[in-house]
């Protein structure tokens, strides 16, 4: 069991400058973010589209920001629980307990969900027999390549991951590559190599076509594809991968007993806090008259819940604004010198 | 102002009118037509305001730039006529263009 002042859910810029608010007035904070990387969309939606309107910073990439804020909290021992899912949140007296998909729980006075649109999840395949292979020999990502040595494998999509793992996967494996069009998203260099191995005969690649159905009774046996004009091949295939990428999912935050409006969940603006005392949501994923989807709204939205998290941390104490270029306990803090 | 007849997957027309300059996808979201989530807020960033434009419009659009090709090689169910319609943007020219939702956007 993990004690804390605050749990924040996700990673993304918003959660980040809040841990940094929370460290800053004395209380400690851990993060949980279903994605193996610190970022969130930022990293994964767009982590070389530069961004323009961050305060005081003309211009700068999704991932230079995350790194900026990371170094930011490099002051502050914050613990990250990364590629984790926050499930479930309940009531424990007057405390939350949460627990995540990997088992971890936690006990805090405070949770502010700083969960962007939800949690990223893979975009699957539309046909829905394909449930039914799923994590057998239907897969979304690969944890153990040494499974494929010596199958045909069929892989779908035309962004790097499908280019990269093609390549990988060509050099023990008979491998099948499917894009709906001629055009691929990956690397230039990449895309080179995989027309050699097409030309070497060592990949078969099929654009134009999209997955139409699977067959197999207990094993997967063979899958159908079809192209625009309604043409369709069978390719027998041992193992069939699907890479397009992520999609936004509210996911368990639907459950925990918060008033939401469509995927967003409704905070007041003084402490940005949900229905439920407690619980806080701040950036992308909460919403209030006048809401701005901006980063800049997300960083005065943490530093406002953080606040407001102290009264609950710390009950028998008074919270005291100060600034950083003043305060000698906030400069300790961050183990600068004060004059 | 122009209308845009946006039909859901159900088989339900909604005819709206849409302000000049205002994306087709917003013009769907502020009106509340279902089927269009646009997570992303009209950032190109997800592929969640898909359509399927009416095949006597879908020449008479401004061209795709990549990124949103890019972006719906990852939509559900992509066909020749998709188009992101956070990348519409109502003008005269597109009074009574029609666009078609599909079943779900992931």
């Known amino acids: 069991m993990n004690k804390t002042d605050a749990l924040i859910i996700g990673a993304g810029p918003t959660g980040l400058f809040t841990a940094h608010q929370l460290k800053l007035i004395g209380l400690n904070c851990e993060v949980v973010d279903n994605l193996d990387k610190i970022g969130g969309q930022c990293i994964e939606l767009y982590p070389d589209k530069p961004i323009y309107d961050i305060p005081a910073i003309p211009e700068c990439t999704g991932e230079e920001l995350t790194n900026n804020l990371l170094n930011q909290l490099k002051p502050f021992d914050i613990k990250f629980h990364l590629n984790d899912r926050v499930d479930e949140v309940k009531k424990d007296n007057d405390k939350w307990l949460i627990k995540t998909s990997n088992g971890k729980t936690f006990l805090t006075p405070n949770v502010i969900i700083a969960g962007g649109v939800g949690s990223f999840e893979p975009r699957k395949f539309s046909p829905k027999e394909c449930e039914r292979f799923e994590n057998k020999s239907l897969l979304y990502s690969i944890k153990d390549k040494k499974i494929f040595k010596g199958k045909t494998v069929t892989i779908f999509g035309g962004g790097d991951s499908a280019l990269d793992w093609s390549i990988e996967l060509s050099k023990d494996s008979k491998i099948n590559l499917i894009h709906r069009r001629d055009e691929f998203r990956g690397a230039q260099a990449t895309v080179n190599k995989i027309h050699e191995l097409v030309k070497e005969g060592k990949i078969n690649l099929y654009t134009k076509y999209q997955m139409s159905s699977v067959n197999g009774s207990d094993k997967l046996e063979s899958i159908v594809i079809k192209n625009d004009e309604g043409e369709a091949k069978i390719l027998d295939t041992d193992y069939v991968l699907g890479f397009f990428g992520l999609i936004m999912q509210l996911g368990p935050i639907a459950n925990w007993g918060l008033n939401l409006d469509k995927k967003t969940i409704q905070v007041d603006t003084e402490k940005f806090e949900t229905n439920q005392k407690g619980i806080y949501a701040v950036g992308d994923i909460c919403t209030y008259p006048g809401k701005l989807k901006l980063i800049l709204s997300g960083f005065h939205e943490g530093a406002l819940a953080a606040r407001a998290c102290f009264k609950l941390a710390r009950p028998n104490e008074k919270y005291r604004f100060e600034f950083t270029t003043s305060s000698k306990t906030i400069k300790n803090r961050l183990g600068v010198k004060s004059d | ?106």
């Open chain 2, 1 to 106: 102002m122009p209308k845009i007849i946006y039909n859901t997957f159900d088989n339900q027309t909604h005819s709206i009118d849409v302000q000049n300059g205002l994306s087709v996808m917003e013009g769907a979201v502020q009106n509340d037509v279902p089927g269009i989530d646009a997570d992303c807020g009209g950032g190109m960033a997800c592929a969640t305001c898909h359509v399927y434009v009416d095949e006597n419009w879908f020449d008479k659009l401004p061209k795709k730039e990549d990124g949103e090709e890019d972006m719906l090689d990852m939509a559900f169910e992509p066909k020749k006529n998709s188009r992101l319609s956070c990348q519409l943007i109502v003008s005269d020219e597109l009074d009574g263009l029609i666009v078609n939702i599909p079943s779900k956007q992931a």
